[in-house]
């Protein structure tokens, strides 16, 4: 008796011609998990250009990343003057994929992206002690990402580099009598906004870091 059977490549074939060709098949470069990254700590959306700038991305390379996200519905424009891009709501997979795209990357650059993206940060940088993070309380929404966020990087990364995180008032209070932490603030990398007022070399008449 002959037994007719598909080969594995005809049945894939065939279920490649069964799928709705209304979007493009998901496959998210690292491109694409720093956008779904970045866009989770952004409750009102971001801009392309920002979006670039925070990930440190060619405009050309997060456009592409963005048209795959949006066919595939997990990304959508809420505004359009101008656009700004936000992750959709409504999608099932949203949190699962934003916790994935926190914790897949090195943990240095996660904590990097999610600073830099969320609007509750007014300023961070970065030396080889760690991060230094003041913050502007207040904006429930962002303050609770970025909580969330960071809380899965450390308990998904137990070497990720140290935080230091504080209101910018209080980071600034703190760093004019705590000689360690001014110099360290100085010393270090920013990464995003300026040091509080009184805190920048080039206030104090004292010469300015090299960086």
Do not use: C
Not at 75 to 93: N, Q
Not at 192 to 207: F, I, N, Q, W
């Amino acid at each position: 008796m002959t037994r007719h059977t598909r080969s594995l490549g005809a049945r894939s074939n065939h279920a490649d011609r069964d799928m709705p060709s209304s979007g493009r098949r998901l496959t998210l470069s690292p491109i694409g998990f720093d956008i779904v990254l970045a866009l989770s700590q952004a409750p009102v959306g971001l801009r392309l250009a920002d979006l670039a700038h925070i990930i440190g991305s060619p405009v050309s390379s997060v456009q592409t990343a963005l048209r795959i996200l949006i066919s595939n519905k997990l990304v959508e424009r809420v505004s359009s003057d101008p656009p700004h891009y936000a992750l959709a709501k409504d999608h099932p997979a949203r949190d699962e994929l934003a916790s994935l795209a926190t914790v897949l990357p090195d943990a240095a650059h996660a904590i990097g992206v999610i600073l830099r993206a969320n609007p509750s940060v007014r300023y961070a940088a970065v030396d080889s002690y760690g991060f230094l993070v003041a913050e502007r309380p207040g904006d429930r929404g962002a303050g609770e990402a970025l909580d969330h966020h960071l809380g899965l990087v450390a308990g998904a990364r137990p070497e990720a580099p140290s935080l230091v995180r504080m209101s910018e008032d209080e980071f600034g209070r703190i760093a004019r009598v705590a000689l360690g932490l001014r110099a360290r603030a100085r010393a270090a990398l920013t990464i995003k906004g300026r040091l509080p007022a009184g805190l920048r070399a080039d206030e104090s008449g004292e010469p300015a870091s090299a960086s």
